[in-house]
């Protein structure tokens, strides 16, 4: 069993940056799966990055402003995001499973989430 929870959330005005973690712990591996996705309101829940070691996957939406990393010795994940625009507004949630994936449904462990609201 793997536990997940995010936090970092809250309001930012676009162009400027938040720092999201998501602490873990549980059955989980150096070598698993870790990914962030949003989910916006009456949206469905989107991509936005995924890492396993040594490969990241960014969506076209965040490439370049958002960057996802992981500290194994802190059991966290981390996604930094800069010049963040309104469109970013959305509900983050970090996933763990064994296959990075664009896809939710291949991720096992689900954080409960937390809010990011940018401001224009």
């Known amino acids: 069993q793997v536990q997940l929870a995010e936090s970092g959330g809250g309001l930012v005005q676009a162009g400027g940056s938040l720092r999201l973690s998501c602490a873990y712990s549980?059955?989980?591996?150096?070598?698993?799966?870790m990914a962030w996705f949003r989910q916006g309101a009456g949206q469905e829940r989107e991509f936005v990055a995924a890492?396993?070691?040594?490969?990241?996957d960014y969506a076209d939406a965040v490439k370049g402003r958002f960057t996802i990393s992981r500290f194994n010795q802190e059991n966290r994940l981390d996604l930094q995001m800069n010049n963040v625009k309104p469109e970013d507004t959305a509900v983050y949630y970090c996933?763990?499973?064994?296959?990075?994936?664009?896809?939710?449904?291949?991720?096992?462990?689900w954080g409960q989430g937390t809010r990011v609201t940018v401001s224009s």
């Open positions: 890492l396993k070691w040594p490969n990241e």
């Open positions: 549980g059955n989980t591996v150096s070598w698993s799966a």
């Open positions: 996933a763990s499973g064994s296959t990075r994936s664009r896809d939710y449904r291949a991720y096992d462990y």
